[in-house]
């Protein structure tokens, strides 16, 4: 057994002899690796190597004595920045492409932007790391705390200022649909929570204590694995999947976005989403039967209800029956001028405009820009479209079809927030995603997009409907699976039949309520162990 700690301990020593600046590159390091368990990589297996690392990086540079708490908490801080630092770094380089799109106007931008988002985000998982060494101890349960802590700062990045969740650390799992089924009990945070608690148990390996203590605590971190995996495999197995009457078709024009907004153009790519609406009907589509068209964010590239004869074009490709689903930009005049909305049309098949909802959740420097009087000055303006910026809307709620399906719909950057339909409307049959990926190419942002779209259909058990300009389009059931789709740049139409709710979720019933009193409470107990163990030594 000798010869089994000497081995376990090579690794370890490594990094918790780690010093200066080479502490600080392996903690960036393993923050840039953990980005490869998101997609479209899904290297799982690496967060069980880079979770570890991080707590025996912070086992050799916190000093968990008495009378330090400063120093702890700067430690902390700091390592937990540069992990952070690495992590959205590697994760989100992809929005430089974005600034390429006009080049000419916005490319010297590009350096600063891809930098700037992971020195802000990584503050997060500063102050989490930093609570957690505050608190930081030799026994098991630091392993716990770490997570909890982890997760309460992505659960903070989802809602200060207006909130940034891409990439939390629950979606470190998402290439696992097994795995992923925990969502729909503890949502999002609360996946982050038990992934790097999962993730992290291997560390304990290297602890300073007998063998059999170290296994037998990483056993209890497989035994609750396990417990993960059969729950995925019996949700995934045990609920059924049924066809609701509702027929769909998803529109993906694949419409590059140096093309989208050219006048010359715009009659062009109408014509397309017309042609594409009429084409014959494909998959499992029925002839006859009511349908729901659903083109992508920002499809129509003018202002739809002031546009002489648009309408009746619609009217004319959807046919009796149908009805149409699309993005477009809504104006409405003011005494001070034009507001503009990205919004959701609903059209019946007589080209009537039934319902309207505009986005709430804006994009910072995408669809408005912070602090307008600084940009501006700068010569910085917005990235979205042709115009100077969009206003929010009042609240998220629920649209109806004449078929009597509801749904609520996630423009674009919504789709990456949980879902808490509203109740007072009655229960929504799906939800309906809609956005305009092509500002990002064929980089892993799409990919990530998607994921985190899908795990809102998990949480909640709705089923969920997404057209994208250049995809991912796809229906996606109530528990993850993809039941048909386009791929990036796939240009297409997709037939299928709406998939059935599969009835509330806990995490649907509860939000994040269980997980914050939970991993709040894993840090005020561990306060008060760790307070009455320095006050003995005192």
């Not at 405009?353 to 408005?368: A, I, N, Q």
């Not at 079809?401 to 749904?407: K, P």
Request: charge should be neutral; hydrophobic fraction near 50%; proline fraction near 6%.
């Amino acid at each position: 057994m000798h010869w089994l700690s000497q081995s376990l301990a090579v690794l370890p020593n490594t990094f918790l002899l780690a010093w200066g600046w080479q502490r600080r590159i392996l903690c960036v390091l393993c923050g840039a690796a953990t980005a490869f368990a998101l997609p479209p990589y899904g290297l799982i297996p690496v967060l069980a190597i880079t979770f570890p690392c991080l707590v025996w990086l912070l086992d050799g540079a916190v000093e968990p004595g008495p009378g330090k708490a400063y120093k702890r908490l700067r430690t902390g801080f700091a390592l937990g920045w540069l992990f952070g630092f690495g992590y959205f770094l590697s994760g989100l380089w992809w929005i430089g492409a974005a600034f390429l799109v006009e080049a000419e106007r916005f490319a010297w931008l590009m350096p600063f932007a891809v930098l700037a988002m992971p020195v802000g985000l990584a503050l997060f998982t500063g102050l989490g790391v930093a609570l957690a060494a505050l608190l930081w101890t030799d026994r098991f349960h630091r392993i716990v705390l770490l997570a909890a802590c982890l997760a309460l700062s992505d659960w903070l990045r989802g809602h200060v200022l207006t909130g940034f969740p891409w990439n939390a650390f629950g979606y470190g799992v998402s290439g696992s649909l097994t795995l992923s089924q925990a969502a729909s009990l503890v949502g999002i945070y609360g996946l982050s929570f038990l992934t790097l608690a999962l993730a992290a148990s291997p560390a304990v390996l290297a602890d300073a204590r007998p063998l059999r203590q170290r296994l037998r605590a990483l056993g209890g971190a497989v035994a609750c694995l396990a417990l993960v995996l059969v729950y995925g495999a019996v949700r995934l197995a045990g609920v059924e999947t049924q066809e609701a009457a509702l027929d769909i078709r998803i529109v993906q024009p694949s419409i590059d976005q140096k093309d989208k907004w050219r006048p010359e153009l715009r009659d062009r790519i109408f014509q397309t989403y017309l042609d594409m609406t009429e084409a014959p009907l494909g998959g499992s589509a029925r002839v006859g039967m009511p349908r729901l068209v659903v083109w992508p964010e920002s499809a129509v590239p003018f202002l739809l209800t002031q546009e002489p004869g648009a309408l009746y074009r619609v009217a004319a490709a959807l046919g009796e029956g149908s009805e149409l689903v699309t993005g477009a930009i809504r104006a409405e005049a003011d005494a001070a001028g034009a507001r503009y909305f990205n919004s959701v049309y609903l059209i019946g098949g007589d080209g009537t405009v039934h319902s309207v909802y505009d986005k709430v959740r804006l994009v910072p420097f995408g669809e408005f820009v912070p602090f307008r009087s600084l940009f501006d000055r700068l010569g910085i303006a917005g990235l979205a479209g042709p115009l100077e910026g969009f206003e929010a809307g009042y609240q998220q709620r629920m649209m109806s079809s004449a078929g009597g399906a509801g749904f609520v719909p996630l423009i674009c950057y919504e789709a990456i927030f949980p879902v808490n339909p509203p109740e007072e409307a009655g229960a929504p049959s799906f939800l309906l995603n809609v956005t305009n990926d092509a500002w990002f190419g064929r980089t892993p942002g799409p990919y990530q997009h998607f994921a985190q779209s899908r795990m809102r259909a998990i949480e909640t058990g709705l089923p969920l409907v997404r057209a994208a300009n250049t995809g991912i389009s796809a229906i996606v059931d109530g528990k993850g699976e993809v039941i048909d789709s386009l791929s990036v740049f796939e240009k297409g139409v997709i037939d299928g039949r709406l998939p059935r709710q599969l009835g509330k979720t806990v995490y649907g019933r509860f939000g994040d309520a269980p997980f914050l009193v939970t991993a709040i409470l894993i840090v005020f107990f561990t306060g008060i162990f760790r307070y009455n163990r320095c006050s003995r030594v005192d």
